[in-house]
């Protein structure tokens, strides 16, 4: 006989998320973080590598974080709890537009008119990035959906997936992102930088400007993430990849045994069902973290004496 397979602790702290699923409210959902994603890169002054317009993990769900704009400062939050956009300014405004089935067209006049509202009128390139056949905002009503429960599943994991890469990222001391979402590939990531320039990138990303990827990838990196998947890829998965590549990266030996060499993406890929079934996640988590730098670093030549923590 065979034993039915019970839910344990992990199904519940690293949920279940394949995307056949959920990917009529992964198309939208990632039509609306484009969406308020790009307001914070029209408001917020430039940082490199466009750390200025991604969005942040929050214990309720996503965030812009505090925006500047003139003397006054903005936030707009996803709460995946009461499920609703929320933006919030220094003067003391708070509004509220409900998560719930509707188009990206609507969503987006919805937002956009809020802001005008409360005086903060911000204008956004509509054109959606790094997606195929992208619709513009004001145009999309094709993605409608919205499963609060799928939303919160896929917040849920980012949770998860947020706080063991600050514990990788704490260790090391040379220059490193935070560990941030990025809208346009719809990926949570944290990235190390060796301090050297990087060989032009070739660009070729859809929907995007070649100057946009070659001033991201302007210095080398190690960069690693987690994202739900899409396309041929019906599973989350995280990933790691070094830019550039150095000879051998794809050959080296990395743990866990479940992390694999993808040709298909150019990566170190774990699928995410063997950080969710292991007896200890964070540790499979970390050690692919780990290892997967170890790669890039090593056959790189970096400065870990200077680069890396030792406390």
């Excluded at 993990?57 to 996803?78: A, D, K, N, Q």
């Excluded at 509509?126 to 619709?135: A, F, N, R």
């Excluded at 939303?151 to 992102?177: E, H, N, P, T």
């Amino acid at each position: 006989m065979v034993e039915p397979v019970r839910a344990t602790l992990n199904d519940t702290i690293w949920p279940s998320l394949p995307v056949a699923e959920w990917q009529d409210t992964y198309a939208t959902l990632h039509m609306w973080t484009q969406i308020v994603g790009k307001i914070r890169m029209a408001l917020a002054p430039k940082i490199n590598h466009w750390w200025h317009s991604t969005l942040y993990v929050t214990p309720r769900g996503l965030t812009t974080s505090s925006i500047p704009y003139r003397t006054s400062t903005i936030e707009i939050s996803f709460d995946f709890f009461e499920h609703q956009l929320q933006i919030e300014t220094s003067d003391g405004i708070t509004r509220t537009i409900a998560l719930a089935p509707r188009s990206v067209a609507d969503f987006y006049q919805d937002v956009m008119s809020t802001l005008r509202a409360i005086g903060i009128p911000v204008q956004i390139w509509t054109m959606p990035q790094e997606v195929d056949q992208p619709i513009l905002f004001n145009r999309d009503r094709i993605h409608t959906a919205y499963d609060p429960e799928y939303a919160q599943r896929f917040w849920r994991i980012l949770v998860q997936a947020d706080r063991v890469m600050k514990v990788f990222r704490s260790r090391f001391i040379g220059k490193c992102s935070p560990v941030h979402f990025f809208w346009g590939s719809f990926d949570l990531a944290v990235t190390r930088f060796s301090g050297h320039r990087a060989p032009e990138h070739p660009g070729g990303v859809p929907n995007m400007a070649d100057w946009v990827t070659r001033e991201a990838y302007s210095h080398e990196v190690s960069s690693c993430g987690f994202w739900p998947g899409g396309g041929a890829i019906a599973e989350p998965i995280f990933y790691s990849y070094a830019y550039p590549a150095p000879e051998g990266f794809k050959d080296y030996s990395i743990h866990p045994k479940e992390a694999f060499y993808s040709s298909q993406m150019g990566e170190f890929v774990l699928p995410y069902e063997a950080v969710q079934r292991a007896d200890d996640p964070d540790a499979v988590l970390l050690a692919f973290l780990q290892s997967t730098y170890d790669a890039g670093a090593n056959l790189g030549n970096w400065d870990r004496a200077a680069l890396e923590s030792t406390s």
